[in-house]
Structure formats: structure tokens, C-alpha cells
Nanobody
């Protein structure tokens, strides 16, 4: 398993942008598919975006399509979530997750390592 550490969250006005980063420990980062999930107070954890171990395949949730982009740098052991045109409903704790496999999955149950989360708050 890898250890994951998110950063980049904060308070932003609606329409603004943030870039989240997730740094992974270990030398086999390129063997892991990665994903971002988020959880708002009183709600279940929901899928946001995922990327395959090579970065060839990506997918984002319909609710963020056209606004969020996931990418990774295997040389830097880091996965990113670029968030543009942020809305108040994007407010949540954002979690980075990994699974020791190549392909994308959409359920949080498919991922076996998690970061501690980073808070994103979008003010209206």
C-alpha cells in the first residue's frame, strides 16, 4: 500500500479555481490507479474523478464534467485535481485514494488506501 497526503484545499469564491495535489509514498506509484472522492456533511462519500496507472484513461463524475480535470505525474508520485468554475455545491472534504491495479473504479469500496482529506469551501 501507499501512503497518501493531500494538499491544496481552501476557501474560494464561486467561479474560482483550486488545484488539489496528492503525494504518494513508495516506489511503485505507477502500479496504482488513483481517484478523488469527496464527502459533504451529512452526505455519503461520492466519486469525483479517477485515472488509470498509466494516465491513459480518466473519468470524472457528471456533476463536475467540463470543470474538473484529473492528471498524474508518475515521476513525482503525485496525482492532481484541477478544479475550475467552482460552485458552492462543490464544498466538501476531498480525499485521494489508490488501488493496486490498472483500471478505474467508481466505488470507494474498490480503493484500499486513503489520504486524510483536504477541505474545499466555495463561498457564494
Amino acid at each position: 500500500q501507499v501512503q497518501l497526503l493531500e494538499s491544496g484545499g481552501g476557501l474560494v469564491q464561486a467561479g474560482g479555481s483550486l488545484r488539489l495535489s496528492c503525494a504518494a509514498s513508495g516506489r511503485t506509484f505507477s502500479s496504482y490507479a488513483m481517484a478523488w472522492f469527496r464527502q459533504a456533511p451529512g452526505k455519503e462519500r461520492e466519486f469525483v474523478a479517477a485515472i488509470s496507472w498509466s494516465g491513459t484513461n480518466t473519468n470524472v463524475a457528471d456533476s463536475v464534467k467540463g470543470r474538473f480535470t484529473i492528471s498524474r505525474d508518475n515521476g513525482q508520485n503525485t496525482v492532481y485535481l484541477q478544479m475550475n468554475s467552482l460552485k458552492p455545491e462543490d464544498t466538501a472534504v476531498y480525499y485521494c485514494a489508490s488501488r493496486y491495479a490498472s483500471g478505474i473504479r467508481y466505488s470507494h469500496r474498490e480503493y484500499d488506501s486513503w489520504g486524510q482529506g483536504t477541505q474545499v469551501t466555495v463561498a457564494s
